[in-house]
Nanobody, 117 residues
Framework: QVRLMESGGGLVQPGGSLRLSCAAS????????MGWHRQAPGKQRELVAA???????TYTESVQGRFTISRDNARNMVFLQMTSLEPEDTAVYYC???????????WGQGTQVTVSS
């Protein structure tokens, strides 16, 4: 079974930075598309960043230029570097994975990111 474990969340001030990490147990990790979703209080879950098997990256408009997703296939890890954080970025962030499907069937437990003064 695919296991995803996020870490790196916490409390930061507006304008600050955080780096989220996700460790995957999937030994065929290079064959998976990896992503980061988030769910803010009172809002629907949204995909904020994804890095596909071919290395291509996508971002939702609200984080474009502020967040960077990357992966290390040798370590079965994916990262989300977040800069210029805003209160609107406050959410539970989930590492996610899919093997070429449209939906994202695999999820981590989530890590809380709170951006507040």
């Amino acid at each position: 079974q695919v296991r995803l474990m996020e870490s790196g969340g916490g409390l930061v001030q507006p304008g600050g930075s955080l780096r989220l990490s996700c460790a995957a147990s999937e030994i065929r990790f290079p064959l998976y598309d990896m992503g980061w979703h988030r769910q803010a209080p009172g809002k629907q879950r949204e995909l904020v960043a994804a890095i596909m098997r071919d290395g291509s990256r996508t971002y939702t408009e609200s984080v474009q230029g502020r967040f960077t997703i990357s992966r290390d296939n040798a370590r079965n890890m994916v990262f989300l570097q977040m800069t210029s954080l805003e209160p609107e970025d406050t959410a539970v962030y989930y590492c996610s994975a899919k093997a070429g499907s449209i939906s994202w069937p695999h999820w981590g437990q989530g890590t809380q990111v709170t951006v507040s003064s």
